[in-house]
């Protein structure tokens, strides 16, 4: 089963409008991870939060993790067209084994 | 940055083919691995490499093996292409395991579309 589940599925958004996407999981983890996959293409890295950060931001993407709620969030802020793409994220294996495990993910449309 | 450079984009092969996708990395990455994209479904693990001949079953081994002879190439190989290995494969590296280290982040390669007919 997979570890990440992301909510929702997908999100539709005018540009200069915020999105937020969540994260749930189900058993403790060190570290979280959200990656951003534009059409056909790679995964590309955008934040890692840890077990004992509770909010982190890199230019105007917001993450916030709740460790009590295992779940977690993050914020676009003032989207742009060029920010539709497929957003993961990715937490370890919840039996152990150090892999990566990603989510279904949350497809974002940003409308111009 | 890093690169990981898989070698083909597009890939289309016939079902009972042996097929190779290649995935080479620059940046001295001990780990390697091999996901499978399906929409819907999210990336899930193939295969993962943390070190030159060693590998590790993800959670769909099935129909697959690897093989890592250099520290920089991890191949994937369907040893007997059936329709539903057509899919997305993806290609990333990593310099330490989620968890393990502050270099956790993985680099992707561009991925593989493959289609067996």
């Known amino acids: 089963s997979q570890q990440g589940e992301e909510d929702p599925q997908a999100l539709s958004i005018q540009e200069g409008e915020n999105a937020t996407m969540n994260c749930s999981y189900k058993?403790?983890?060190?570290?979280l991870q959200w990656y951003r996959q534009n059409s056909g293409r790679g995964l590309v890295h955008l934040i890692l939060?840890?077990?004992?950060?509770r909010e982190k931001h890199s230019g105007r993407l917001r993450v916030t993790l709740d460790t009590s709620k295992k779940s977690s969030s993050l914020l676009i802020t003032a989207s742009r067209a060029a920010d539709t793409a497929s957003y993961f994220c990715?937490?370890?294996?919840?039996?152990?084994?150090?892999?990566?495990?990603f989510g279904a993910g949350t497809r974002l449309f940003v409308k111009a | 940055d890093v690169k990981v450079t898989q070698s083909s984009r597009y890939l289309v092969k016939r079902t009972g083919e042996k097929v190779f996708l290649e995935c080479v990395q620059d940046?001295?990455?001990?780990?390697m691995f091999w996901y499978r994209q399906d929409p819907g479904l999210g990336l899930r693990l193939i295969y993962f490499?943390?070190?030159?001949?060693?590998?590790e079953k993800g959670d769909i081994p099935e129909g697959y093996s690897v093989s890592r002879e250099k520290k920089e190439r991890f191949s994937l190989i369907l040893e007997s292409a059936s329709t539903n290995q057509t899919s997305m494969y993806l290609c990333?590296?990593?310099?330490?395991?989620?968890?393990?280290?502050?270099?956790?982040?993985?680099?992707f390669g561009s991925g593989t579309q493959l289609s067996v007919l």
């Open positions: 990715a937490t370890e294996r919840d039996t152990g084994g150090f892999k990566t495990i």
């Open positions: 490499s943390y070190d030159v001949k060693m590998k």
């Open positions: 990333a590296s990593s310099l330490d395991f989620l968890g393990t280290g502050p270099n956790e982040k993985l680099f």
């Open positions: 939060i840890r077990s004992n950060e």
């Open positions: 058993t403790s983890i060190n570290n």
């Open positions: 940046m001295d990455h001990e780990n």
